[in-house]
């Protein structure tokens, strides 16, 4: 039949045999938007933007502090998780992320400088338990909040997270306060707090400090929302129309301040910085 | 009364035969008050050996039961002369989460809460007390008011969670509970809270963030539902169970965690086979409470809070 031959041929989707590679650690890296192949170190030159398509890939926290700041020192490396509810597995998933990144927990905070400028810093790691936020995160960024009030310092918080860590159950939601309180009395010190939120940033953690500064920046393409996508499936048997809780979706909706890339985010800071000194 | 529980049914059976007992007794005018009293005895027990060793799966069921007194019914028995007050003031009355001001024992006093319905209808209307960023803007509306009036604010905390949908997305659901969450930090007046049946991660802190929480003995308050937490990590939601145990989540976990900081008692049973004790032993915390934060100085009041909310938390380091 002449039908036929304008009939799409039926393929059958063979899955890749390998699993995802999305860490950084490989010669190549393939691009989450295009799909095409790049060469790791170029790709690490462009600040993980992919020189094809433009899109932001994940950076680690190394990554971006190396890709953002002038200079760093750490603060609080050495605070690390215990497993204080004897949760299943947990030491386990623990090791397994510190293995893989190096992190003894999924942020670094710090003291740095942009352009001259002097900040204090904290960097969220999506590749540390999906940057899942237990007492350490909390605790790292409420003594980062402290010492910024101390110093008289501005701060900048790159978050990027799946959430409240369950593991730890109930002192994890804690935590939401806890920073969020740590964040009062900075603004009550009359300090600037910048939000950078990237790729991907949920939960908790969209629903305490990433939404409070004063400015709220987030990168081209990052989801940011309250419910990600696998909790909208799970409890409420949802998905949302897509392009919702993209940065574009987030600007629209008077969420956030300004998408900036990242190419343009060193010297927007800078600027943001200079823009809150002075004043008559 | 709401469908028994599963390990309820052992004593609404024993229940049952009394009641039947009793009306038998009654009908053939015979004496069986001795068999009353043994059977009424057994039940007791029963009740007590039910009820003292509860797992938290059935804490976590109780503290869901749709009998259970809830926001409104707090609100009438505990409070006289409650004003209802509506709105965010920018874009809607979110019925999940309802206030308004009323004296507590001759005291102003803003009250706050999640509001589960009684029934269908009404459980639809207030969309099953899981607000949208507009109900979390009405609460903070209303105790900032409360702040420049100087009235103590009473927040009741009773949600599965936050809604979450598309709506909730567009309105910013995220900001509105951080910002409830930095705001409440800094109230210039006492802030108690109490969860009353669940207490759902984010939804229900951005009510919670206080001077004192106070928890009904039969209540939970946890980071995500223990049904989405095993969906999420075993990826088999009917795992809930050992979710719910892992979790460490009921009032007595968080009592020893530091994060709860007294359990009011409910009556044998729970909260929903006596309303009037519930009152009661509700009543007399919060005056208690009350009592103690009233004497505080603002300053004083807010570096307490402060150190209760940065105390939070266990690392190594």
Sequence with gaps: MLKDLFRKPKYVTVSPTAPKKDMPDGLWVKCSGCGEILYNKELTKNLKVCQKCGTHLRMTARERIEATLDDFVEYDADLSSVNTLNFPDYEDKLAKAQAATGLQEGILTGEGIINGLSLVVGVMDSYFMMGSMGAVIGEKITRAVERAIAKKLPLILFATSGGARMQEGTLALMQMAKTSAALARLSAAGLLYISVLTDPTFGGVTASFASLGDIVIAEPGALIGFAGPRVLQQTMHQELPPGAQTAKFNLEHGIIDMVVERGQMKSMLAKLMRLHQGGC | ?317
């Design chain 2, 1 to 317: 009364m709401a469908q028994p529980l599963e390990f309820e049914k052992p004593l609404v059976e024993l229940e049952a035969k009394i009641r039947e007992l009793k009306s038998f007794a009654e009908e053939k005018e015979l004496d069986l008050s001795d068999e009353i009293i043994t059977l009424e005895n057994k039940a007791t027990s029963l009740q007590r050996s039910i009820y003292g060793n509860l797992t938290a799966w059935q804490k976590t069921q109780i503290a869901r039961q749709p009998d259970r007194p809830n926001f409104y019914d707090y609100v009438q028995l505990l409070f006289t002369d409650f004003v209802e007050l509506h709105g965010d003031r920018a874009f809607a009355d979110d019925q999940a989460i309802a206030g308004g001001i009323a004296f507590f024992n001759g005291t102003p006093v803003t009250v706050v809460g999640h509001a589960k319905g009684k029934d269908t209808k009404e459980n639809i209307r207030r969309n099953f007390a899981m607000p949208h960023p507009e109900g979390y803007r009405k609460a903070l509306r209303l105790m900032r008011q409360a702040d420049k009036f100087g009235r103590p604010i009473i927040t009741f905390i009773d949600t599965q969670g936050a809604y979450s949908g598309l709506s909730a997305e567009e309105r910013g659901q995220g900001e509105a509970i951080a910002r409830n969450l930095i705001e409440m930090s800094m109230l210039k007046v006492p802030v108690i809270s109490v969860v009353i049946g669940e207490g759902g991660s984010g939804g229900a802190l951005a009510l919670g963030v206080g001077d004192r929480l106070l928890m009904l003995e039969h209540t939970f308050y946890s980071v995500i539902a223990p049904e989405s937490c095993a969906a999420i990590l075993w990826r088999d939601a009917a795992k809930a169970k050992e979710a719910a145990e892992a979790m460490k989540f009921t009032a007595q976990d968080l009592l020893r965690l530091g994060i709860c900081d007294e359990i009011v008692p409910e009556p044998l049973g729970g909260a929903q086979r006596d309303y009037a004790i519930t009152m009661e032993n509700l009543s007399k915390a919060l005056q208690a409470n009350l009592t103690d934060l009233c004497a505080l100085d603002t300053t004083d009041l807010l570096n307490k809070r402060y150190a209760k909310i940065r105390q939070v938390g266990v690392y190594s380091g």
